[in-house]
């Protein structure tokens, strides 16, 4: 039967392999033993009752507490051309009635309820009349007065259960203590059967927090250059949230307030425009994120201290479902702690300590100078295993003196004055960097002598750069236009002089974030935005002639894809992530036009599924260069780590680099620097070789989360080396 789960998995779905605990899950359900499972927000839960639904012949029910969710999941599922259908208050009765009759048939493989509704008489009678194979309590915590959101209703479930006596009994929760654990089961009456809890680090969030210091001015440092993603700002109290709203709202930004002094109508307005990506921000209280399932939320900030760690967590785990890189930051003042304290002394007795020892947790986090998944992991209850994850400020902070920054100025100012200052830093970037964009072409900006001279830069860097240039006061931006014009200061620089100095990186001007910290993903470092912005419009157009949320129709991560392998045949668009058969039908030849079309502009070809090793001429000596020399001639990477004095991950970062312009790189110094076993390695490589060395993630997977992502890096570029050298 797990055959069977494996094919609808790639089939229905589009995905190439379970993640870790999905298939144990579904093994077990399918052999109808109950089940908890205990999963981190975007862990993957769904799938562990929904492919069991479909292979089941009887009908799965979904008790789910919020009405918002389910209308969403069952959007989503009818994407996958699965027939699952809700029953609740907020259908229309001809709806309902049509919804009864597919469950009465058996055409509905999926019925989600309200555990108010199974109290229903006309729901009791339907549910008579039918097979009922899986019952499946999503938020399964609501029914223990242990937990944080406990439900009366849920506690009905239990003799509701007894109804079905031949369904398996399938238990979801993301925030489970053991106590809470053991009464989920023991209410429910679990017979055999197991509890299933994966690891709570979430690794694609970057966790950054900085001293609170000019908070708006910090946040629009933040949001420059993050333009159209979407994101949440958390607020202590509605004044506080009111009047971020405001100063975003000012300086242009696409945004909402949402707190408990606006009507329950205009906060259900600002949310729906969230979730279908008609506002990019919500500026909120606490009370905004239960019920939402938005998949592609780039951003969490905290702009005032959160109340203790477990509702910290719970904020940020809203951004990055989809398994993309996103971004946590918290600006802590020493004044928030004291307000905080404050609430916590009108307290007495238990209640008080235990908040106490909650914000002592919160501090420990938030003043460590490790690695921030440790003290995080270790309030969950588990042990974070690897001293450095690269995915937080602290990881990555880098002892870099300034670096000297002048002749990327120059490039980059001398390129305003070609375009007589009249564009902003993503034009000018792109001109830098060669880009064949159309606003390039029809503007001759492809004739231009600083056209393509800045390959050595990211676009993001570039972008950096132009940020430190305007705060250093070298250029201004147009208040009008937003383009960037040179001050007297920035004239002088292009006269050699004056010097720039700085740094780039992410962790002196930590706030923006926008340098990649980890290499996990080529795609995601290298896929093509405008390609991406043209496939993102046709998602919306979608979208919208449907009534749904973009996300139902593609996740960003399978446009992201797309912008990199550029599909121009069904075959390879079935290749990509978040595929599957029913939208393939129903949306390739929409996104395949799209693609083509582009490629066709640009003259781009299909990207074949595996490394390609650019030969790029050889730019003056940089950074990499120098590294890769010096370590093919017998420095080891902890020696070129010391010497430059970055991180472990920024060498390689180097290597990978030095490699991808076509140098050799000896493999026997990656070797001595793992602490991975020989058996290890070669389970490693044989991973790489059959899910691809590209991304980390699938490798991760793959080895059940065994090697962690510090080695991985290492490994993979050990594998390209060894590529390399053949
Ligand atoms: P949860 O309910 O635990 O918060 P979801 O079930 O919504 O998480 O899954 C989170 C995301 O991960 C979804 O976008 C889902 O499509 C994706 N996903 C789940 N399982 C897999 C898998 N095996 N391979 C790839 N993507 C997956
Ligand atoms: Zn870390």
Known sequence: MIQQAKTILRDTFGFDQFRPLQEKVITDVLNKKDTLVIMPTGGGKSLCYQIPAMIFDGLTIVVSPLISLMKDQVDQLTQYGIPAVVLNSSISEDLYQTNVQKVRSG?????????????????????????????????????????????????????????????????????????????????????????????????????????????????????????????????????????????????????????????????????????????????????FGMGIDKPDVRFVIHHDMPQNIESYYQQIGRAGRDGLRSDCLLLYSHSDRQKINYFINQKEGEEKEVAKKHLEDLIDYLTTSECRRIPLMKYFGETYHSDECGMCDNCISMKDDMEDLTIQAQKFLSCIVRTEERYGATHISDILRGSKAKKILENGHDKLSTYGIGMDFSKDQWIQLSRLLVRRDFLKKDPEYGSLLLTPKGKKVLKDEARVQGVLDRTQTAIDGSAAARTSSDVEDKYDEALFEELRKKRKELAEAQDVPPYVIFPDTTLMEMAYFYPQQEESLNDIYGVGSAKLKKYGDDFLEVVKTYCEEHGIDERKREIKKKKKKKSSSKKHEQIGIDYNEGKSLEHLAEEHGVKMPTILKHLKTYLEEGNDLRQDGILEATDLSQRKVDEVMESMEKVGPELLKPVYEDLDKSVGYSELRMMQLYYLAQDGNK
């Open 107 to 287: 055409e509905a493989k999926m019925l989600y309820v309200a555990p108010e509704s199974l109290m229903m008489d006309r729901i009791r009678d339907l549910l008579e009349e039918v097979t009922v194979d899986c019952f499946t309590i999503d938020e399964a915590h609501c029914i223990s007065e242990w937990g944080h959101d406990f439900r009366p209703d849920y506690r009905q479930l239990a003799s509701i259960r007894k109804q079905f006596p031949e369904a398996v009994c399938v238990g979801l929760t993301a925030t489970a203590t053991p106590r809470v654990r053991e009464d989920i089961k023991e209410i429910l009456e679990f017979r055999e059967g197991g509890t299933y809890v994966a690891s709570f680090d979430r690794e694609n969030l970057f966790l950054n927090v900085v001293d609170k210091d000019g908070p708006v001015d910090q946040i629009l440092d933040f949001l420059y250059t993050r333009k159209g993603q979407s994101g949440i700002i958390y607020c202590f109290s509605r004044r506080q949230t009111d009047e971020v709203y405001q100063d975003l709202k000012d300086e242009g930004h696409s945004v909402r307030p949402y707190h408990a002094g606006l009507s329950e109508h205009q906060r259900e307005i600002y949310q729906n425009a969230f979730i279908r990506d008609k506002i990019d921000i919500i500026v909120a209280t606490v009370a």
